[in-house]
């Protein structure tokens, strides 16, 4: 099955910095990879998304990457804000209902 | 439009008890994913229903047992409870086409003691 593997666990920036998350995945059928937001309490927030048929999508100060050559993927957040502090998964699937997901980063903005 | 809603917020139960958590898909998705999400991990994916159908399974035991409504709500149902089934669980909902987006619900902590 999938395997997907997701670093750093921890990451910790300062206000105004850019913070980069990186995932590798196994399975090369996989076609789509999410990237979720987890506040404390709550579920997963969808805050970006990609196809295996792009390279790159932007949201504003979101961006995601994906590599399919190299099964890896990258989250991209600019201009960072102390409310972007939260855990970040990132997943993959071949079917967008059954993701695997990688084990989180857990990231602090500081003021 | 609704997002996808989950009860009950939190349950305390005893090993070997039953449980059944709930969950009510967004407006308009027919695809229903159940997760578990233990304390610092990852959801896990349990299992999935389509049109009250179960639709793939993930590496857990007969235990753990789903339904999916005519309404495309749906039920997780886990039997004999042991303590490593405390955690968060999630439902989340989408279309069927595998390029739709899923959306998760609050999740449901479960404690078992």
């Known amino acids: 099955g999938e395997n997907v593997e997701q670093h750093p666990s921890t990451l910790s920036v300062q206000e105004g910095d850019s913070a980069v998350i990186k995932c590798t995945y196994s399975d090369s059928a996989s076609n789509y990879f999410p990237w979720y937001k987890q506040e404390l309490g709550k579920g997963p927030q969808l805050i970006i998304d990609?196809?295996?048929?792009?390279g790159e999508k932007k949201d504003q100060r979101i961006a995601v990457t994906l590599n399919k050559t190299a099964k890896h993927f990258s989250l991209h957040i600019t201009e960072t804000q102390p409310e972007d502090s939260a855990v970040y998964f990132c997943a993959a699937s071949s079917n967008a209902g059954k993701s695997t997901f990688g084990d989180g980063t857990t990231l602090t903005v500081k003021p | 439009e609704t997002g996808v809603t989950q009860s009950p917020t939190h349950l305390i139960k005893t090993r070997g008890q039953q449980v059944t958590l709930r969950c009510s898909s967004q407006?308009?998705?027919?695809?229903v994913s159940w997760y578990q999400q233990a304390l610092g991990q990852g959801p896990q994916f349990i299992f999935q229903?389509?049109?009250?159908?179960?639709?793939g399974r993930g590496n857990f035991p007969p235990r753990f047992s789903g339904l999916q409504f005519p309404n495309y709500s749906s039920e997780l149902n886990v039997n004999a409870l042991e303590l490593d089934d405390s955690a968060l669980y999630l439902c989340?909902?989408?279309?069927?086409?595998?390029?739709?987006?899923?959306?998760f619900g609050p999740g449901t902590r479960l404690t078992v003691l």
């Open positions: 407006s308009g998705h027919n695809t």
């Open positions: 990609i196809r295996s048929n792009v």
């Open positions: 989340a909902s989408s279309l069927a086409s595998s390029t739709d987006t899923q959306y």
């Open positions: 229903y389509y049109r009250e159908e179960e639709n």
